[in-house]
């Protein structure tokens, strides 16, 4: 895909890219127990790849998720209309700086080799990039994060989710509208199948369509979606694109190691017979129609994947909505713990050193917190959230936005929130009132006894 981009920007091709592109790597190491030489030996043969191609390149680590805010899980606006011109003004200018300094490295060079050094100045790395590896504690914060992970599915979706929140903030930190990914016909086609067994099946014009809206400011494309892998292998070995093969977290796993690496195998074994069950398999996935049509899902969304809620409801008669249930409600407090009595410390060792949760008489907070992560979830995300025994090792931009999004009351509840004012006249024609403070104290415990049973 980079080699197509270049190519659609020099001046023989018949019609010129206009737009400045850049390139983001993600360094996967640490997930797929690569050693920090192995890494250190690939990150080498992909910076001499890309300080080749003549536009800025930027090179980040997963661990760097560890740092991200939590507003990279909010869906921005997209820009206004008025940007637009302003955006081809700025390409305007970058192709004509190009134009200039590629005249100058002609007529100042005697050789064609000097001439080509001229123009090289925009062939480093972002200087907000960084140089050396990542630190220390965050590799080891990431490795146990997939260690916890009970399944290979699991971790193939926790990686997924990570990388596409580290790439949104790597575009919109550097000023990028779109995101170009080089996912192929048979790979959206192996998408398609493993996201129906995975219960994503509301969310796959989503995953596999050309464009995706779902970020708002940021929109992901997939330009070589109409290319089999057959075809872009056959495109490399011709025209000799310098490549980089590196081990994925799924290497050297068994067919049956994951439902990702199930579908593969069983795709890829019917193509083999029948040459077309790729793109009958691609052609149906053309056919999913985003709801709503502009891609923009009204209400909440999932906190991972950032798609909108398709979970029923708590009292839903379904199954799941019984699931549901379980996830959201909590049971009430005992008669013990409303007067007060003292309780042990959370997740405190029981009798015998065994552990045991003391907050018998209220919910853990452990369970608590995780409640609240799960029920902003999906229901593919759920159910990926099962293999994850503790939420604990997740980045914290991700608890930090659970605990935003549970403490943020939605717009319909704070319609019929009661609001106790202590500067109520009372009604004409009522019986006889106390005192002003007690009766104060009565209208807020009214309100606070309606608003608990409200949000119960």
Known sequence: MVWQVLEGLSRDSAKRLRFVPGVVYVDEGAACGQSREDRAKTLTDVR????????????????????????????????????????????????????????????????????????????????????????VAQTEALSQLFDSVKTLTAK?????TLRTHLILHVARTRGYSKVMTGDSCTRLAIKLMTSLALGRGAFLAWDTGFSDERHGDVVVVRPMREHTLKEVAFYNRLFAVPSVFTPAIDTKASEKASIHRLMEGFLLRLQARFPSTVSTVYRTSEKLVKAPRDGRAAGPRCLLCMCSLDVDSADSATAFGAQTQDFSQMPPPTPQAEAGAPTGPCCAAGPGGAPNCWQGTRPCRREGSRAHVIEQLCYACR?????????DPLPPYILAEAQLRSQRPSVEIQEYLVENSDDEAPASGSGARGPPEQEGKKARAACDCINKNIFN
């Open 156 to 160: 193939e979706e926790l990686l997924q």
């Open 48 to 135: 001499q790849i890309l300080q080749t191609l003549g536009f800025p390149w930027h090179i980040v680590t997963l661990e760097e998720v560890f740092a991200l805010p939590p507003s990279v899980l909010r869906c921005s606006a997209r820009d206004p209309v008025g940007t637009v011109g302003t955006y081809k003004v700025a390409v305007d200018s970058f192709l004509q700086q190009q134009y200039t300094l590629a005249a100058e490295g002609v007529r100042d060079s005697p050789s064609s080799a000097q001439g080509e050094e001229q123009p090289s100045q925009p062939r480093t790395q972002d200087p907000q990039d960084p140089a050396g590896p990542p630190p």
């Open 383 to 391: 159910v990926n959230m099962k293999d994850v025994p503790s939420l």
